[in-house]
C-alpha cells in the first residue's frame, strides 16, 4: 500500500470510530498540513503574527473534533482541512480588525491566482475575498467551492474533480469563469 492509500485506509478506520488510527494518521498528513498552512501564510502580510504551527494546530484540533465526517479519501480530508484553515485565517483577521476598529485590514496575495488580480493591485483583503467567496456560493456553490479548493487547498483540477466528483473539464470550465467573477467584483 502506498501512502496516500494508507492515509485513506485510516481516514475510514477512524471515520468508522477507531480512535487509534488518528495516532497513526497524523504522522503521514503532518507534512501535508504544513505545506498547506505554510501556503496561506505566504499570502498574508509581512508583519502577520499567526505562526505555521498554531495554524496547523489549530486546523487539527478542529479537524479532530469533526463528528459525522465519512472521510472519503486523502483528498478529501486535506480540503476540508484547508476551508477549516481559511476560517480561522478569516476569524483571526476580524479580531485584529475589530481590535484596531479602522487599522489596516489584512492582505492576502493574490500572485498564485494572478488573473484575479487586476493591474499593479496583487493582494486583496482576506474578508473581502471571504465575503465575496459567500457572495459566489449564494448563486453558484459549486464555482465557491471550486475556488477555495484550487485557491486556498492548492488542490489541482484533477483532486478538484476528485473531491467534487465531477469532471475535470467541469472544474476548468467553472474555474475559469469564478475568476472573471472574482476579478470583477474585488475591482468595484
Not at 476551508?83 to 475589530?98: C, F, G, N, S, W
Not at 459567500?134 to 483532486?159: P, T, W
Not at 474555474?175 to 467573477?181: D, E, I, P, Q, S
Request: hydrophobic share 40%; no cysteine.
Amino acid at each position: 500500500m502506498n501512502k496516500s492509500q494508507d492515509i485513506t485506509h485510516l481516514l475510514r478506520d477512524w471515520s468508522d470510530g477507531r480512535r487509534e488510527a488518528l495516532d497513526e494518521l497524523l504522522p503521514l498528513v503532518y507534512n501535508e498540513l504544513h505545506r498547506q498552512a505554510a501556503h496561506f501564510l505566504r499570502r498574508e502580510s509581512q508583519d502577520h503574527t499567526l505562526q505555521t504551527t498554531a495554524l496547523i494546530h489549530e486546523a487539527y484540533l478542529k479537524l479532530i473534533n469533526q463528528k459525522n465526517t465519512h472521510w472519503e479519501s486523502r483528498t478529501h480530508f486535506f480540503a476540508i482541512s484547508a476551508q477549516l484553515m481559511r476560517r480561522i485565517l478569516v476569524d483571526y483577521a476580524r479580531t485584529k480588525h475589530r481590535e484596531k476598529r479602522g487599522g489596516e485590514m489584512e492582505k492576502v496575495a493574490l500572485e498564485e491566482i494572478g488573473e484575479i488580480a487586476v493591474g499593479d493591485n496583487k493582494s486583496v483583503d482576506l474578508i473581502e475575498l471571504d465575503e465575496v467567496l459567500s457572495k459566489l456560493s449564494e448563486f453558484d456553490e459549486q464555482q465557491a467551492q471550486i475556488v477555495e479548493l484550487r485557491y486556498f487547498s492548492g488542490l489541482s483540477l484533477d483532486e478538484t474533480a476528485e473531491v467534487m466528483k465531477i469532471s475535470r473539464a467541469t472544474v476548468a470550465r467553472d474555474w475559469n469563469v469564478a475568476k472573471a467573477w472574482l476579478r470583477r467584483e474585488l475591482t468595484r
